[in-house]
């Protein structure tokens, strides 16, 4: 077996930036002294006028991107989930997302996977406050091809946009000649009948292992990649729950507010199913290595397939 | 235009806000009236603005970082002639296009939805510096109250505005002393005003919020002010042109009753009869 090329979707980030800066002049990039770890460091390279680097001030960044995007420009903003989502939540609910301004939100550094930075820069909680701001679409891509696809789809989308992006190196498996990525439009990897698994981020190439696991386990699994969290793709939840009868929804966030709850919405409201919601359950992270972190919180293929073996 | 017209302009923008703040039986006189002269400089001979055409694309920008004084920005903007003025009286009720807070979604002229403080002059400087980008000639005007200023982003902001040298950009502080629980001195002060700016790299201008001569001289020296953006830290009277109104803090956020509401009307058409005999 040919070893999977690994890449943090972080990295998409920065690459998909840089192709975006080629094809339009009017992209601008915005960082609080992160630009190395958020990779706009790439973009910077290449277009150095155009990245404008806001200093340790998130408020203010999201508040000046979007004046940018007012007078003509495609800002995308970048940070920590945790600065992005959680410090400026205010300023990006009230002078983005209020006025419905077309500013991009570029959040790295979400979820556990952060790793040995521990508890305060692990933002497990960024989907659901971001969830809660009307118009406001979340992508979340599970991979570095998709990170690159989700960033040029923000920017031909008009309005705000979050996009969600991980620190540690994921396979890569959407490299596919088929691949499309469209907001909104939940992509069926694997087709099954016992259970659906709906699983976004890095959660989607752990899924895709814990489905081979089931399958020796004799269980069925359909696999769903939901990139998109805002708008949820409400018709692709209810006909594989309508087949399945199971959902299991997996994330690397609180179970409170993200993909779980979206779902578990949807399906209470017009088609109740049994819900296994995997994720973060209502605490917080901790130091160490990001992978030990990841199976500490059976996010791995080996806890998820644990958690949906005694689920179905 | 001279300062007779732009002081009859400033007292009619009064009534209006004194009009809109009573139908609404709600909203914020005090700093209203306090920002109503240099609101009325802004839009009558300071910024390249037309009501014919309130998006055109060179067009000057306002951010009115202290949102909760819409009153005088509407009043500012109806008179101006971006919409009537009998339409003040809609002021937060359901259904209007006259928010409580500006937003710029509904109502013409309006730059940028606002109301949460500390938070316009970012945008401000965005627009600023988006101008600085592609080469632009637009500038950029934001209005801040004293208060609003112990809001930790204006200083985040006024550190990004001075680092890039966004000389096209003019801050303009409503220093009219008090804020909802009191003197801004008592609460939490946030004096000296003028040496902050002056620390975080602006050009900064001491003025009298309601003298038109110096408002103009501070406008035009931050026109040729190069390489820093401008503050101008205008002195003001909370309330002022309503004698029951002036230097009192119960005055922020609280409207006048009929009873009131007569009293201020008729003081300002007799202010508005005495400027015509000038």
Request: hydrophobic residues 40%; contains cysteine.
């Amino acid at each position: 077996m040919s070893e999977v090329k690994k890449y943090a979707t972080r990295e998409g980030y920065g690459a998909g930036l840089v192709e975006i800066g080629k094809k339009y002049k009017d992209v601008v990039v915005l960082d609080a002294d992160l630009a190395e770890a958020t990779k706009t460091n790439m973009f910077k390279k290449e277009f150095p006028d155009r990245h404008i680097d806001c200093g340790i001030a998130e408020c203010n960044m999201m508040g000046v991107a979007a004046g940018l995007a007012l007078t003509g420009k495609v800002p995308f903003a970048s940070s920590f989930a945790m600065f992005a989502a959680g410090r400026a939540f205010e300023q990006v609910r009230n002078t983005i997302g209020y006025p419905h301004i077309n500013v991009k939100i570029g959040a790295t550094h979400a979820g556990i996977s952060v790793g040995e930075d521990g508890a305060t820069h692990q933002c497990n909680e960024d989907i659901a406050l971001m969830r809660t701001i009307p118009g406001m679409v979340i992508l979340n891509p599970s991979d570095y091809v998709e990170a690159k696809a989700a960033v040029q789809a923000a920017y031909e989308f008009n309005g705000p946009v979050y996009m969600r992006f991980g620190r540690l190196a994921v396979p890569v498996i959407n490299d596919t000649p088929d691949y499309k990525f469209e907001i909104g439009k939940g992509i069926v990897l694997k087709e099954g009948k016992d259970v659906t698994i709906i699983a976004t981020g890095l959660c989607v190439s752990e899924s895709l292992k814990a489905a081979q696991m089931l399958k020796e386990a004799g269980i069925d699994a359909e696999i769903i990649n939901m990139h998109t969290i805002k708008p949820l793709d409400e018709e692709l939840v209810l006909t594989s729950a309508k087949k399945t009868g199971k959902v299991v929804t997996v994330e690397e966030h609180s179970v409170i507010g993200g993909l779980g709850s979206a779902v578990s919405d949807v399906l209470g409201e017009k088609l109740p199913t049994k819900v296994l919601k995997i994720g973060v359950h209502d605490r917080y992270g901790e130091s160490g290595p990001a992978a030990g972190l990841i199976h500490k919180y059976e996010l791995d293929g080996e806890g998820i397939f644990k958690q949906i073996k005694a689920f179905v | 235009m001279n300062n007779t017209e732009l002081q009859q302009i400033a007292n009619e923008v009064r009534k209006g806000i004194v009009t809109a703040v009573h139908s609404a039986k709600s909203g914020h006189p005090g700093g209203s009236l306090s920002s109503a002269d240099i609101m009325t400089y802004l839009y009558f001979e300071e910024m390249n603005v037309d009501p014919k055409e309130p998006k055109k694309a060179d067009r000057d920008r306002f951010v009115l970082s202290k949102g909760h004084v819409a009153p005088a920005l509407y009043s500012t903007l109806a008179q101006k002639g971006y919409f009537p003025v009998e339409d003040l009286k809609t002021l937060r009720h359901i259904g209007s296009y006259l928010q409580g807070h500006p937003d710029m979604k509904g109502t013409p002229g309006v730059d940028m939805s606002s109301g949460s403080l500390g938070q316009g002059i970012s945008v401000a400087a965005g627009m600023a510096l988006s101008a600085k980008l592609s080469n632009e000639d637009y500038r950029v005007y934001t209005l801040l109250g004293d208060g609003e200023i112990q809001e930790g982003q204006v200083w985040e902001a006024a550190m990004f505005a001075g680092h890039r040298k966004l000389d096209n950009l003019v801050v303009i502080v409503d220093n009219n002393g008090l804020q909802i629980d009191g003197n801004v001195d008592d609460v939490c002060s946030p004096y000296p005003i003028d040496k902050k700016f002056e620390a975080f790299n602006f050009h900064v201008i001491n003025i009298d919020a309601h003298n038109f001569d110096e408002i103009r001289k501070a406008f035009e020296e931050a026109r040729n002010t190069k390489g820093k953006p401008t503050a101008i830290i205008a002195k003001s009277v909370k309330g002022k042109g309503v004698s029951f109104m002036e230097n009192r803090a119960e005055w922020h956020g609280s409207a006048p009753n009929d009873e009131k509401y007569e009293i201020a009307m008729e003081e300002l058409k007799k202010a508005g009869e005495a400027l015509c005999q000038k």
